[in-house]
């Protein structure tokens, strides 16, 4: 069984930063792609940033230069570090691991979902 376990989020000023992080623990023997989503109010998941294991990264217009997106192999763990954050980043951020190899399986596993508020 894998489990994903995020956290980092909560309330900043605009302009300030944080950081999320999300762990996967289980038996697993390879990690495709570890990414963020988000979702605010009345609004449509989409995707913030992702990073394959082969390291291509993909990243919402409206993040870059801003946010990046660091996995570690070792610990199945994948971080956002979120600069410059302003009001329209606030919505719950969910991480979501793709072709999650548990055996000769493979699985995708979304996280519960932290919240991040940026208001003054």
């Known amino acids: 069984q894998v489990q994903l376990v995020e956290s980092g989020g909560g309330m900043v000023q605009p302009g300030g930063s944080l950081i999320l992080s999300c762990a996967a623990s289980?038996?697993?023997?390879?990690?495709?792609?570890m990414g963020w989503y988000r979702q605010a109010p009345g609004k449509q998941r989409e995707l913030v940033a992702t990073?394959?294991?082969?390291?291509?990264?993909d990243y919402n217009d409206s993040v870059k230069g801003r946010f990046t997106i660091v996995r570690d192999n070792i610990k199945n763990t994948v971080y956002l570090q979120m600069n410059s954050l302003k009001p329209e980043d606030t919505a719950v951020y969910y991480c979501f691991f793709e072709g999650v190899r548990v055996g000769t399986e493979e699985y995708d596993y979304w996280g519960q979902g932290t919240q991040v508020t940026v208001s003054s």
């Open positions: 289980g038996s697993i023997f390879s990690i495709y792609s």
């Open positions: 990073r394959t294991s082969g390291g291509i990264t």
